[in-house]
């Protein structure tokens, strides 16, 4: 079984940080890359960043470039989302997801196997 569990959201004020982490486990479980989404109420889940592990490559969403960074541990499965200069339209709970196997940039919900239950992030004025 595998489990994602998310950590480090909650209430920050405009302009803050916050560093979110998620962390992957299960008997024989190797992520091949590991991202993070969003989702707002009322809105679609939305590509955050992500990570591929054989490559070693990154992409964040280009809306959140600059002000957000992911970065990780392979052999520990655990990846993070540094989050800074947040403002209010940042609000929406975070979700960690993973999958098994390639060397792509997966930048889709439907290419993710397993996901988190996610964290909230909220951002006040």
């Known amino acids: 079984q595998v489990q994602l569990v998310e950590s480090g959201g909650g209430l920050v004020q405009a302009g803050g940080s916050l560093r979110l982490s998620c962390a992957a486990s299960?008997?024989?479980?190797?992520?091949?890359?590991m991202g993070w989404f969003r989702q707002a109420p009322g809105k679609e889940r939305q590509f955050v960043a992500t990570?591929?592990?054989?490559?070693?490559?990154?992409y964040v969403a280009d809306s959140l470039k600059g002000r957000f960074t992911i970065s990780g541990d392979n052999a520990k499965n655990t990846v993070y989302l540094q989050m800074n200069r947040l403002k209010p339209e940042d609000t929406a709970v975070y979700y960690c997801?993973?999958?098994?196997?390639?060397?792509?940039?997966?930048?889709?919900?439907?290419?993710?196997?397993?996901w988190g239950q996610g964290t909230q992030v909220t951002v006040s004025s």
């Open positions: 997801a993973a999958r098994i196997y390639g060397s792509s940039l997966y930048l889709r919900p439907h290419e993710y196997y397993y």
């Open positions: 299960g008997r024989t479980f190797s992520s091949a890359a």
């Open positions: 990570i591929t592990w054989s490559a070693g490559t990154t």
